[in-house]
């Protein structure tokens, strides 16, 4: 009877996981057309970006360690990715207030978009687990931030004809930014 069981549970973790390997992108794939709320509470569409390149990262919560150390090298080497024709964009799980608050106090430069559902997450074929909160203070106050999906740190390259030209599923947050635009550099 416990062969027969470590059997079902091997079968049911494997069924899950090719389930989930099933809607990751790869290298060339081509990405459709996706949006999601901003920072700012617009809608943000990827249509609308005219660039040469889109640089989408998926990040785990805002206003963490790495979360933030990860934006702010993008926030840095912004003016740079400017000159290559790239366009920066970051996904969490965050509620668009979290993300109004990650973007004034680390002086982001560049939009962050709610994916609360995982919508955005799931069209890219990265995994996310159950969402969370976590208390921060901001200007003297204390604020609840909610997530309502923890993305996987990732991060992709888009070319200007939305074909993905680098994916990458293990994350330095540190090194990111620097990787990407090695990336852009070799590209052109």
Known sequence: ???IISIIALLT??????????????????????????????????????????????YPAAMTGGCTAQACAYRDDKATF???GATIIGISGDEVKNLKYF????????????????DISKAFGVPTKEGGSITREIAGENFLL??????????????????????????????????????????K
Do not use: C, H
């Open 146 to 187: 909610v997530r309502g999906i923890t993305a996987s740190r990732w991060t992709f390259v888009l070319d200007k004809n939305r074909i993905i030209i680098y994916k990458n599923a293990e994350v330095n947050a540190a090194e990111d930014s620097k990787k990407v635009m090695e990336v852009i550099k070799n590209y």
């Open 1 to 3: 009877m416990k062969k």
């Open 13 to 58: 973790l494997t069924i899950s996981v090719m389930a989930q390997n099933a809607n990751e992108l790869k290298i060339g794939d081509k990405i459709p057309e996706f949006s999601g709320t901003d920072d700012t509470g617009a809608n943000w569409k990827s249509s609308t970006v005219k660039s040469d390149f889109l640089i989408v990262y998926f």
């Open 82 to 84: 400017d000159k290559m």
């Open 103 to 118: 973007k004034e106090s680390s002086q982001l430069n560049f939009p962050l978009i709610s994916d609360s559902k995982g």
